[in-house]
Structures are given as structure tokens and as C-alpha cells.
């Protein structure tokens, strides 16, 4: 897109969803070749491409956990229509250099087209070649071969199936690494160890039903509206019920405010409004904020003390610790004044089921952890754990990003899996320390890693610090990419030698497979015929792969491990809680995991109580005069770093080279709307930027968009979880 011909939006969107989502809808279908054709796709039993909240399975598409139909969202509609689209033609990569490509946008990328040939850059070359399946195995393992096994890393998206993830980090283990790490590492990687630390289990602790009881939501640090709209279904039947939601955000999301659900009559012609009650701190002062509401909820009186005493741990230093605060310290680094949180706080204390939810807002900081485990302290102190309709409830982003973990995709497996994989099966694992995604892109540029393996995603566009990221993947002699489509790290970053891999859709696997949705719920995906020649199953090639380079692994059938259905057996024999998966095949009983939902105050630590956490609250950045607090944010025509549209519908904004900040401030920096500037951090500089002013955004706060703002975000990352502060980045704005 030509960003100097571009024009402001005349469009004013007032609330999400409505009869503009309904437009999109024919929009999508004449772009996928007919509506009729879209709906069959939407309508197969397969589970949804997109959020982890979770769609269809055996219940068919468009149909949530509870039976509920029609369950859509454009997020699955672009994510649909992607993979309907035309095969990118072999003329393609002839005519078009590496240098054009690397002009495109993400969302040019997006639109090339699917997929259908392997093919290779070779440092010198200019354009990208077409090779055959066997060339490109050739390549592989015989670099794999070349290489230490430590010399490697496995990187793992959310949208592959259970079985390629669990068969992928087998071959990994097995061939001696445990370089293996998934998106989550730059997600909700706080979220599953806050969660782990707080209620021995990294994952909801409730089931959709749960939800739909509560009388209470709290959204903090997220916006549904936009990244997971048909939670939108549930906040509107909680708000009809007279259910109170309070969003925390430091801006005002359109969605968030009214959503017409177009699935709701009611809603679509009269709007819902969603927050009940909107608090916007500054940008990295939630952890002020959520102890400030747990010091007025104390103050009140409204603690639960036999809940503390019986079912939690060290009650009496958390409540010490909440007593030692000031309001003055708790005021000036939340942003948001005592009166305000005292209010929140009555709120909460009238609540009797409470659910508290949240995305990367609250783990894109480098206190992720610390801010998990103060939302899983403030639902304990009003015993808002452990019975059903209340609750924790991770917001979590790609389909499958829950599963990949579950299944044993983590640098250290969990003692449990290693020891079933060695009694049972008598594979030989590894023990050596194995290295996070940001130790693995460290290790690359400094040359101890020479070979990577992505299945799925975008790697180069997920990292902070762009430039550095980019020098990192280019030190590589070898990185290996499984996807459907083009993304910005088929042109940026490129090792020595990348292959790109073209695969199928999960809705065009051969044998059925299964994803797990942020509910701890499996799905049966039945897979479909394909729509081109050429790609092939994640599953084959791994198991392809693993055939020539272990062919004599211990306790491995590489032919058997071509079968989904083998590879569920051994998911079942070591997975803790996936037992059910062994036979779903055969009986199409999608299940619930086991242990991870509690509904009865015995929780998953080893003397089943909640374990409350001190924390000292950090200072707030970005106060100078010259200076903004920035957080980079997705569009709602965006899922993760794919970028469907290139206008922001829900903000106004009809283009990404934007910074948004509060009109107060473009005043207090001396700039104009729309004047050119350039953005500068400590880690680097964008120029060229369009200041414009947006009254939704708190005063001393911006936003700009992901990933293109990567370049901004430094490498600094939560030391528990080693998720990168995506937020808070201090940035200055030069004329």
C-alpha cells in the first residue's frame, strides 16, 4: 500500500460487530469463490483456525463448548478464506526477487496466495527456487547430520495439530536436544507460570459454563472485542443477566464499550454495552492497581479469611504486605486515584461469583508473572476459586498455542512425560538444559546455534528488537519453515540456506487430528480433501524426516508414526489427563482434561492449596517530559503477526505507520495530527511515523501497531517466564 495516498477513514465506527461483520461475512465468501462454498468450509467438523477459545470439532464448525450455533467471528472467517486462496504459481518466484519481496507489507505477504512448492534461498541468490520434496529432505538431514544436536532449535506455533506437535519435539529429544520451545514463550508464557506458581496448574481454571454464571467479569489488559469476538457472546448474556464486566485497559476499546453480536437479534439491532465499568491505568501499572483493589477490599472488610486460612498459603504475609502499603505509592504508579480502585473494589466485594481475566496486556511486561499472580491473589482473598461460575481465565491466542504445551513442547519436558516416555516406550532422552526462544535466538547470532526448524509461524515477526532479530535467523546456516503462506519471515532474517515447506490446512489433513482450547477441552478435527497439490501433512514430513535421520531410534516406528492415530496412543500412554485421546478416533468423544478445572477448593499443588505471592510494585517508566509509555497492539483486521486488512475498523484508522497517543499530548510534544515524526527508543528508531491524536488512549500513553513495531521493543523479558515486555516500551517522539 502506498502510505502517501493513503486517506483517513470518513467512516466512524461507533460499536464492534453489527451489520459491518455481517458485510464481511458476503465480502469473505466472494473472495473464497461463493458464500455457499465459505459455509461448507466453516461448517466442517474441524476445530476453528484462529483463537484458543475454541469452535467446532465434532459439533461441527461454528459451534462452541456449550452447543451454542451460530459461533463466527471474522478472525475465522480471514483465517478460512487464506487457505481457500488461489496456489502461488511457480512463474511467481521467476519474475519476483527476494528485494521485491522484501518490500511487501504483512499483509501483501498474506494475499501471494497458498503454498504448494518447497522452496530455497541460498545466501547470494536473489530469488527464491523451486525444489523438490526430495531435494529439500536431502538438505535437511544432511545438515542435521553435520551439527550437534545442541547446535539446533525447534520452534513451535499454535496452529499445528497435537500430534505434529507431539511428534515433532520426540524427534527432537531424540535426536539429543531440548532446544524446544513454542510461541507461548512470547505470549502467555506469564500466564502458565503465574499460574503454576499460584494453583499448581499453568491453564483456566474453569470451563466456558463457568464463565456464563458469573455475575462478575473482570477483562484486564485485553480486548476480546477485536482478537477473540465471540467471547463478546458471553460478556453480552452476562451483562443481560445484569452482570457487572469491568474492563482495565489504558484505552478505551470500541468493542469493549458496545458490541452488537450479529448472531443476537436483540444485540445486532440494539447494541450491547459490554463494560459495565471501564478503569484505565497507565501502561505497566496494573500491578499497582490489582494490589490497590485487594488493600480496599481488605479495608472494607471483605477478605474471606477461612478461605486464606484453609485453602491458601502464606495468608498472613500476603495480608501483612497488603496492610504495608501506601495509597500514595499505589495512586502514583497505577495512575488511577484511591477513590476509583475503592470503587472497583465495592464492586468486587458484592460480586458472589467472580471470573478475572486477561491476555498479554498483563504478561507482555517484564513483570508478567508477578501481575498473573496478583490477579490469582485477588480472586483468592474472596475465596473466587475452587466452585463453579468463578475463577482465572487466560485469554490465549492461536488455536492450539494450549495443546502444543501440553503435549511436551517446553524446553524441559515435565518429569511425568520424560519418565512415561522412557518406561513405556524406551525412548533415550536428553537431560541437558534446554534453551528458551529468546536463549535460542541469542545463541544463534553468537554462532553456538546453527540450524533451526519452525513449524508453523512466524518467527522473525513474533521477537522484539526487529534488527536483532533479523541478524540472528541470517547467522543460521540452515532454518527450515512448515507454513500455508507467506509472512515476513520468508523475506527478513534468511539463514544461509531456507526452505520453505508448504503444508496443509488443518482442515485438509488426511486422518483426523485434535487441538485443545483454552478451556482445557479436545477436539476432533476430521481433516478434509485438499484444496491444492502439493502441500503435504506436518505429521508426514516430520515423521519423513525422522525416518532418514534416526532410522534406527530406540523404541521408534517411524512407518507407524506416519498414523495419527499411533501417535495419540502415545500421547494418551504419557500425557497426564489425555488418556481419553487413545480412542477418540473411534468413539468422537471429545473430552475435558482431567485436574486443571477446580471446581472444589483443592487445587494442583503438592499440599492442594493456592499459594498467595508478595511482590514489590515497580516503578513507572516513561514520565519524562519528552517521553510516552508504549505498548504495541494488534489491529482488528490482524490475528497474531498474519494481517488480514490494513485499516483498524474498531479504532478509526485506516493504516499501520501510525503512533496513537492522547490529543493532550501531541499538544505537550508540540506536534499536529497527522505531522510526520520519527519514533525512537533505546533499541531503535522508526521514521516516518504519522502522530496523530486518539482521546481513547490514557494521557502519557500510545500505541502502535505489531509487528512492524518490533524494532522499537527491546530484549528485555520477565525473568521467570522470559516473555518479552512488549508493553511498556519507553519511546521518544522526534518532529
Avoid at 491458601?312 to 486515584?337: P, Y
Avoid at 541469542?442 to 526487529?466: R, T
Avoid at 497492539?633 to 479504532?651: H, I, P, W
Wanted: hydrophobic share 35%; with cysteine.
Amino acid at each position: 500500500m502506498d502510505w502517501n495516498t493513503a486517506k483517513e477513514t470518513s467512516v466512524k465506527v461507533g460499536s464492534g460487530g453489527g451489520f459491518r461483520a455481517i458485510w464481511y461475512t458476503w465480502k469473505k465468501g466472494r473472495e473464497a469463490g461463493g458464500v455457499w462454498k465459505l459455509y461448507k468450509a466453516m461448517r466442517s467438523r474441524n476445530a476453528c483456525k484462529t483463537c484458543a477459545l475454541g469452535m467446532g470439532g465434532q459439533k461441527g464448525g461454528m459451534v462452541n463448548e456449550s452447543g451454542h450455533f451460530p459461533e463466527v467471528c471474522k478472525k475465522s472467517l480471514q483465517a478460512m478464506v487464506a487457505d481457500m486462496q488461489p496456489a502461488i504459481t511457480s512463474d511467481y518466484w521467476k519474475k519476483n526477487s527476494l528485494a521485491e519481496l522484501q518490500k511487501l507489507t504483512p499483509r501483501q505477504l498474506e494475499h501471494l496466495g497458498r503454498l504448494i512448492h518447497p522452496v530455497r534461498y541460498r545466501a547470494g541468490d536473489t530469488h527464491y527456487t523451486e525444489i523438490t520434496w526430495q531435494e529439500a529432505f536431502d538438505s535437511i538431514v544432511e545438515k542435521l547430520r553435520a551439527v550437534r544436536p545442541d547446535e539446533t532449535f525447534w520452534y513451535f506455533s499454535g496452529r499445528s495439530s497435537n500430534e505434529a506437535g507431539f511428534l515433532l519435539q520426540l524427534l527432537a529429544r531424540v535426536y539429543g536436544t531440548n532446544n524446544v520451545n513454542n510461541c507461548s514463550y512470547y505470549c502467555h508464557q506469564a500466564s502458565g507460570v503465574g499460574l503454576q506458581s499460584s494453583v499448581g496448574s499453568g491453564t483456566a481454571t474453569i470451563v466456558l459454563e463457568d464463565l456464563e454464571k458469573a455475575d462478575t467479569v473482570f477483562v484486564i489488559g485485553g480486548n476480546p472485542a477485536s482478537n477473540h469476538p465471540r467471547l463478546m457472546t458471553s460478556l453480552m448474556k452476562i451483562r443481560r443477566r445484569g452482570g457487572k464486566v469491568i474492563v482495565i485497559n489504558p484505552v478505551r476499546e470500541t468493542g469493549m464499550v458496545k458490541f452488537r453480536v450479529p448472531s443476537d437479534v436483540f444485540s445486532l439491532l440494539g447494541g450491547t454495552k459490554i463494560a459495565s465499568h471501564y478503569i484505565q491505568p497507565h501502561i505497566g501499572g496494573d500491578l499497582a492497581l490489582l494490589w490497590g483493589i485487594a488493600k480496599a477490599v481488605k479495608s472494607a472488610g471483605k477478605i474471606d479469611s477461612a478461605f486464606l486460612q484453609d485453602h491458601c498459603r502464606n495468608s498472613d504475609e500476603w495480608l501483612a504486605a497488603v496492610d504495608a502499603l501506601n495509597w500514595e505509592e499505589i495512586e502514583t504508579k497505577s495512575g488511577v486515584a484511591r477513590s476509583e480502585i475503592e470503587m472497583i473494589a465495592e464492586l468486587y466485594a458484592q460480586s458472589r461469583l467472580t471470573v478475572f481475566s486477561w491476555t498479554m496486556g498483563i504478561t507482555h511486561h517484564a513483570h508478567g508473572v508477578e501481575n498473573v499472580q496478583a490477579i490469582a491473589n485477588l480472586a483468592m482473598c474472596r475465596g473466587m476459586l475452587g466452585r463453579p461460575g468463578c475463577g482465572l481465565m487466560p485469554i490465549r491466542g492461536h488455536s492450539n498455542v494450549q495443546g502444543i504445551g501440553s503435549v511436551g513442547v517446553t524446553p524441559k519436558l515435565k518429569d511425568k512425560i520424560f519418565s512415561a516416555l522412557e518406561e513405556k516406550f524406551g525412548v533415550e532422552l536428553p537431560t541437558t538444559d534446554g534453551k528458551d526462544t529468546l536463549a535460542c535466538m541469542d545463541a544463534a547470532i553468537s554462532g553456538e546455534i546453527k540450524v533451526g526448524f519452525c513449524l508453523g509461524g512466524n518467527l522473525y515477526g513474533s521477537n522484539p528488537d526487529a534488527t536483532y532479530a533479523a541478524r540472528s535467523l541470517s547467522s543460521l546456516d540452515l532454518n527450515v519453515m512448515l507454513n500455508t503462506t507467506m509472512n515476513t519471515g520468508h523475506a527478513h532474517g534468511l539463514a544461509k540456506e531456507t526452505i520453505i515447506l508448504p503444508v496443509l490446512a488443518r482442515d485438509e489433513e488426511p486422518e483426523p487430528t485434535t487441538q485443545e482450547s483454552m478451556f482445557n477441552f479436545v477436539r476432533l478435527s476430521d481433516g478434509g480433501p485438499r484444496r491444492l497439490p502439493g502441500p503435504r501433512s506436518e505429521v508426514e514430513i516430520i515423521a519423513t524426516i525422522g525416518e532418514r535421520l534416526l532410522p534406527d531410534a530406540k523404541g521408534i516406528d517411524w512407518t507407524q508414526m506416519r498414523k495419527a492415530a499411533t501417535i495419540r496412543h502415545w500421547i494418551g500412554a504419557v500425557v497426564p489427563g489425555y488418556e481419553k485421546i487413545t480412542t477418540i478416533d473411534e468413539t468422537k468423544e471429545e473430552f475435558q482434561i482431567e485436574g486443571r478445572t477446580f471446581h472444589q477448593p483443592h487445587f494442583g499443588t503438592d499440599d492442594g492449596r493456592a499459594v498467595l505471592h508478595r511482590h514489590t510494585l515497580p516503578p513507572l517508566k516513561g514520565t519524562g517530559n519528552q517521553q510516552l509509555r508504549l505498548m504495541t497492539v494488534r489491529s482488528e483486521g490482524q490475528f497474531n503477526t498474519v494481517v488480514y486488512e490494513e485499516e483498524d475498523l474498531y479504532r478509526n484508522q485506516d493504516r499501520r505507520d501510525i503512533i496513537l497517543m492522547h490529543p493532550d499530548d501531541l499538544k505537550r510534544l508540540g506536534l499536529q495530527h497527522d505531522q510526520r515524526v520519527t519514533v525512537k527508543s533505546d533499541t531503535g528508531s522508526m521514521p516516518g511515523i504519522l502522530a496523530r491524536g486518539y482521546d481513547s488512549i490514557r494521557s502519557g500513553n500510545a500505541l502502535m501497531y505489531y509487528p512492524e513495531s518490533n524494532i522499537l521493543v527491546s530484549r528485555h523479558a520477565d525473568p521467570q517466564s522470559k516473555t518479552p515486555a512488549f508493553k511498556g516500551v519507553v519511546v521518544e517522539i522526534i518532529p
